[in-house]
């Protein structure tokens, strides 16, 4: 079965400092790892994903994520927050094995960036 | 650009009563999705939907939810007799291939809450 696990509930990061956003998982194939964005009052908008090749994956909105195999990991990064990247952060990852490719999310990281 | 649109917004309701919870797809999408939020949770998968059938769901999706695609654009879910701890945010989402990389568009949910 495929997991996902994000250590923290809420990172606060003061604007123009690096943020990194923290996602651990689990799956019994090969993953491949999504991450999402979610504002207020909005569904959860695509930033990026991890399927195969480059382990340094570049997305929207300056956001990068590198993909770490021996600690099953992938953390979220910008080097420069901003005030409007204050938001709910999810991980998602699909096992490689399941052809209808439903996610496993994780419980979301809430991103405060403080000017 | 083209996007997942959900109604209602907010939908009340009695314990018991039937809900219907509508979603439109982005058109030239063929699998589309069913996952629910209950507040401060993860997002959880419910069901998946293609070529009109039902391809997966969850231990979630019992014999009081429903999904149909009625027309052309619309897929909706419906729950029989709701119980209170149906209460959550329901996002529909749509993607135009099925599992491995393809990420997938969310709506912005629709918030039931079962009284």
């Known amino acids: 079965a495929q997991s996902v696990a994000q250590p923290e509930d809420q990172v606060n990061v003061a604007e123009g400092n690096p943020l990194t956003v923290k996602c651990t998982y689990s799956?019994?194939?090969?993953?491949?790892l999504f991450w999402y964005v979610q504002y207020p009052n909005r569904g959860l908008q695509f930033l990026l994903k991890?399927?195969?090749?480059?382990?340094l994956v570049k997305g929207s909105y300056g956001f990068e994520a590198e993909f770490n195999k021996s600690q099953t990991s992938f953390h979220l990064k910008k080097p420069s927050a901003l005030v409007s990247d204050s938001a709910l952060y999810f991980c998602?990852?699909?096992?490689?094995?399941?052809?209808?490719?439903?996610?496993?999310f994780g419980a979301g990281t809430q991103v405060v960036v403080t000017p | 650009e083209p996007e997942v649109t959900q109604t209602p917004s907010h939908q009340v309701t009695q314990m018991g009563q039937e809900v219907i919870l509508r979603c439109v797809p982005i058109?030239?999408?063929?699998?589309f999705y069913w996952y629910r939020q209950i507040l401060g949770q993860k997002v959880e998968f419910l069901v998946s939907?293609?070529?009109?059938?039902?391809?997966?769901k969850s231990e979630i999706f019992d014999d009081q939810f429903s999904v149909e695609r009625p027309d052309g654009s619309n897929f909706t879910l419906k729950i029989r007799s709701t119980k209170l701890e149906d209460s959550a945010m329901y996002f529909c989402?749509?993607?135009?291939?099925?599992?491995?990389?393809?990420?997938?568009?969310f709506g912005p949910g629709t918030r039931l809450t079962v009284l």
């Open positions: 989402a749509s993607s135009e291939l099925a599992g491995g990389y393809n990420e997938q568009f």
């Open positions: 799956v019994s194939g090969n993953p491949y």
């Open positions: 991890y399927i195969t090749g480059d382990n």
């Open positions: 998602a990852v699909r096992d490689s094995k399941d052809s209808w490719g439903k996610f496993q």
């Open positions: 058109s030239n999408h063929l699998y």
């Open positions: 939907f293609y070529n009109n059938e039902i391809s997966e």
